[in-house]
């Protein structure tokens, strides 16, 4: 049984642009939720979305959105890239919305932002 | 100011032994708490989670302590092994208005033979 699934693994832009990462949840699990991970700190919550809505969203600017598709697979944008938004961003899924269940979180994809 | 801190940064402990890492924590309205083990490079891995009525959760070699009282948390691990080499990361969860989770910065656990 897969897990979660991210795509792509490794990217690297420059400043101004914008970029789109792709995450796939467990079957059967309705809830996404993206996080960002500076390197050598613990994860920020981004957003949680689940039943194709935003249910929840952590301090960040409005350059950062998302959205839930139909199969409840997600994808977070980010315009307008800074330096400061290199990082590893993790997605996780869980069955409901929330945060009471398990989240099982993806392999990340590291963004690097010259 | 909802705030998660842990205890110590980073440790260094000889293969076979116990240790004890600590977590305390600011967050309000409080859901739950919960510990992950991550890997370098790689995503978080749960661990134990605990609700408000819940002081201790075991899972396998690690068991968990909560005080809501005091709110703090501990995260303690039975004779190490090399592959417990990892950063431990403390999370709690609140519904502030929205739901919402709080992320410690971790310890770094290093497991030497």
């Known amino acids: 049984d897969a897990g979660v699934t991210q795509s792509p693994t490794h990217l690297i832009k420059t400043r101004g642009q914008q970029v789109t990462l792709r995450c796939s949840p467990i079957?059967?699990?309705?809830?996404v939720s993206w996080y960002q991970q500076v390197l050598g700190q613990g994860p920020q919550f981004i957003f949680q979305y689940y039943e194709k809505e935003e249910r929840g969203r952590g301090n960040f600017p409005d350059r950062f959105s998302a959205r839930q598709f139909p199969n409840y697979s997600s994808e977070l944008n980010v315009n307008a890239l800074l330096l400061g938004d290199s990082a590893l961003y993790l997605c996780?899924?869980?069955?409901?919305?929330?945060?009471?269940?398990?989240?099982?979180f993806g392999p990340g994809t590291r963004l690097t932002v010259l | 100011k909802n705030q998660v801190e842990q205890s110590p940064q980073s440790l260094i402990i000889l293969e076979g032994k116990n240790c004890t890492l600590q977590c305390n924590y600011t967050v309000s309205p409080f859901s739950n708490l919960r510990w992950y083990k991550q890997d370098t490079g790689r995503g978080p891995v749960s661990l134990t989670i605990?609700?408000?009525?819940?002081n201790t959760k075991s899972n396998g070699r690690y068991t968990a302590t909560l005080d809501a009282d005091t709110k703090q948390s501990s995260l303690h691990i039975t004779a190490s092994q090399l592959s417990d080499s990892a950063s431990y990361i403390c999370?709690?969860?609140?519904?502030?208005?929205?739901?919402?989770?709080?992320f410690g910065t971790g310890t770094r656990l290093t497991v030497i033979p």
């Open positions: 605990m609700t408000f009525s819940e």
């Open positions: 079957s059967g699990h309705k809830s």
């Open positions: 996780a899924s869980s069955l409901r919305q929330g945060f009471t269940n398990e989240q099982f």
């Open positions: 999370v709690v969860s609140a519904y502030t208005g929205a739901n919402n989770l709080f």
